[in-house]
């Protein structure tokens, strides 16, 4: 039986269908062509023109570029630091700038200048040899497949396959070749239109001429100016003013991206340290803003100034350019006799510093610094702001002024007995005068023979301590703080608030060990043979006594202003006023004994007087010496045994005795025992005659 089955007759529709479809897309996409093609023709025959313009016309970008930086002066106008001008070859890189036409650049201008102060390095020359398009063909040839494979490394890798291959070949550049290879990577590393110095320092005539001749075939490059920081009055005190970074250094890594939100470009010159940090500001100006107009093909057409920006402000400094100059030579030359006497022989330096009492205005800032093991001796005028040293006896003002206005003494009751102090288990504590000199003192008489003993019963009568010879001393747990809360009202252990960045507080010793109180450390502190404080905390407070009882912000930036154009005038917008940090609460009779006291170490007839060789200075001086013991520390043998014994030396004092106009801190640290000398007087007597022949 056979079996028929049905047929649909669908297969046979599908197969004739298929053309028909196939048909249809072919023609939609055929008009879809038609029609593109229609409008791009319309397009370039309607508008052609148009676009080719728009094309070819000008970008028009707008660049900033530096200022001079401002100006700084000393109180009598004369200009610490400045700028010197000079010429200099710039550059300009357009937009699409590319490495052949860099190449050719470099090139063309290693023939009109030299660049003898700087040497390239391999990988700079390396990258020069190599943007010459049959140089890096051949040395690419040179390579292993292994080393250009594009598939497996990136193109940083190979390119520093290429540069290794180039430094294994040896290759002898000449100088030119080595000038033209600093300017390849001078102008590499610029920024799309900014403005860099190819050449700014030692420009000679020739080749400003040479280069000027030829800007035409130069593509970016220009003649302008740049400026370098200059001190025509010495640089004494340039650890002061501060640094500025170069233009290739540019912006300080640590603060980078602070100074990149401020507009900052990464090439620019700031302020790295000291006023010209603390004053950034003010002293950077205001950019100049330049058009600079480029073709379609991204060369540079013009560049016009829209903007000529604004010089940095100026600054007037509180320093007499004279009168530092007369400091730092009278710092030297005491400290080289003392180095010549071997009483410096393990010293690392000496500071000087003087204040205007009245208004924290400081008026000289001198230091030196001192390398025991090279016995180099270099400046160092920073060092009153950030060396720390234990200065001794020079504080006792603030000790017997904290018992007066404690009322632990009185004006006309601070006799203390002058009885040596022992401790249980210690060595006795005394004065440098021999036990039994003197069976008692008053306030006045203690600061002139600088009694030890006085400050200490003073300290153990103020905290309220229990004593008894050769057995028990106690005293109560805040007994540091009542004495350090004192000292810090005269601002010793404190910051001043100078306006110099980098200020330290001093040193504080250990009060406790083991959780009890260090009785006999506290007694040395009331004496001035503990903590340590800075050269500048100490003329801080000795300008307290001299001005009746005001701690004032010391400054050394006492007006800002705008230099003239012709550079001979400065005209001052803001002018400082002192500030007071805090006023001490004594009263005029508190006041008086300290101050008959200072009066009496220079000016008193006891023997044990420590300041009379300044006694016939003119105007009188009133002050405080010091000696505290230290050690010599050897950083090279830290873990040395018996070091050195040694002292720091100070001076603290104010002139006149009456009315005080001036006042000065004095310090020589790691002095010989035996041989202290008067160092600190002999630089104090300068000091103060030199100020006063200066400001008759």
Known sequence: MKYFRKNSGTGSNKQASTPIRMKIILGIIFVLFALLIGQLAYLQLAYGSRFKAEVAQNDS??????????????????????NKANNAITYTKGASTSTKQIYSISNALSNYIT???????????????????DNSTRIEA???KSQKDSEKLTTAQINQNLTNEVKKENIRFTDKQKTAALIFNKISGAYTLSTIYIKNKGLTDRE????????SSLPGVGIGTDWDRSYPNGSSIQSIIGSVSTEKSGLPSDNLQYYLSQGYSRNDRVGTSYLEKEYEALLKGTKSQSQVNTKGDGKIQQTKTVYKGQP??????????????QVQAALKRVYSSALAAGAARYSNG????????????????AGLNHNPKTNKTTDNALGVINQSFVMGSAIKGATVAGGLINNVITPTNNTLPDTAIYLPGSPVKKSVYPIGTFGALDAQTALEVSSNIYMMHLAMKWVGAKYVPKQFISMPDNSFNILRRNFNMFGLGQKTGVDLPGEVSGIEGR????GRILSGSLLDLAYGNFDAYTPIQMVQYVSTIANGGYRLQPYIVQGIGKTSNDGKKIYINYNKKPNIQQQIPWTSADLNVIRSGFWRVVHGTNGWGTAHPLKNVKPSISGKTGTAQTFYYDPDHPNQKNPPELINATFVGYAPSKNPKLAIAVVFPGLDPDGEGTYTLQVAKAMVQDYFKLHK
């Open 208 to 215: 400003i001429a040479q280069v000027g001749e030829h800007l």
């Open 511 to 514: 009060s406790f060990k083991n």
């Open 312 to 325: 940095g402000a100026s600054l007037m400094l509180t320093i007499d350019a004279n009168y530092q100059k």
């Open 115 to 133: 660049l003898k102060d700087e040497k390239p390095t391999e990988e700079q020359l390396a990258e020069y040899y190599l943007a010459d398009q």
């Open 350 to 365: 000496a500071y000087a510093i003087a204040m205007n009492p009245k208004t924290g205005a400081l008026l000289a800032v």
């Open 61 to 82: 970008t707008v660049v900033s570029n530096q200022v001079p930086r401002g100006v700084m002066y000393d109180a009598k106008g004369r200009v610490l630091v400045g």
């Open 142 to 144: 040179k390579l292993p």
